[in-house]
């Protein structure tokens, strides 16, 4: 029976040279010359530092377009409350992974009232769509491509 798994993920090593890249911009651009800017990346989050809120939104910037380049979509990304004090401005932005429960749950109903032929399960944080004929399948991708989801979407793993 023909299946595949509907996934959010994004290849870690790529946001890693992705985020490498936007420290080296910081550090040779003029306007973040002696502001201590900087990108930090621990596990699935990036802390961005530097002295203003104005360069707090240069640096995002720079940040979506270095992940962008590096083949990486950016609505993965979820940006924290941006926090400030006497000399510095922080911020956390959170590269998201995986279908949380709520949204497996949305999208299996949105299927099952498309009238499709398919079975659908939440297997974790990846949902397995599977049915007789491969047309339904298409069609099912075609649907979710349409969804008005927050977080993009791969198809991967179809088998015959």
């Known amino acids: ?52 809120d104005f360069q707090l939104k240069q ?33 956390s932005v959170l590269m998201r992974k995986g279908i949380e429960s709520d949204l497996a749950r949305k999208l299996v109903k949105k299927i099952k009232t498309s009238k499709l032929k398919v079975q659908t399960a939440i297997q974790g944080d990846k949902l397995r769509v599977s049915g007789k004929k491969r047309d339904d399948l298409q069609a099912v991708i075609a649907l979710l491509k349409d969804a008005d989801v927050n977080l993009p979407l791969q198809y991967e793993n179809f088998r015959d």
């Open 1 to 52: 029976m023909p299946s595949f798994d509907v996934v959010s993920d994004f290849n870690a090593h790529e946001a890693s040279n992705g985020v490498d890249q936007a420290n080296r911009e910081v550090n040779i651009r003029f306007d973040f010359k002696g502001t201590g800017s900087k990108f930090e990346l621990d596990q699935q989050m990036i802390t961005l530092t530097t002295q203003s």
């Open 59 to 91: 640096m995002l910037d720079i940040l979506r377009q270095k992940l962008s380049k590096r083949g990486i979509d950016i609505g993965c990304l979820e940006e924290q409350e941006a926090q400030f004090n006497a000399s510095e401005a922080r911020q």
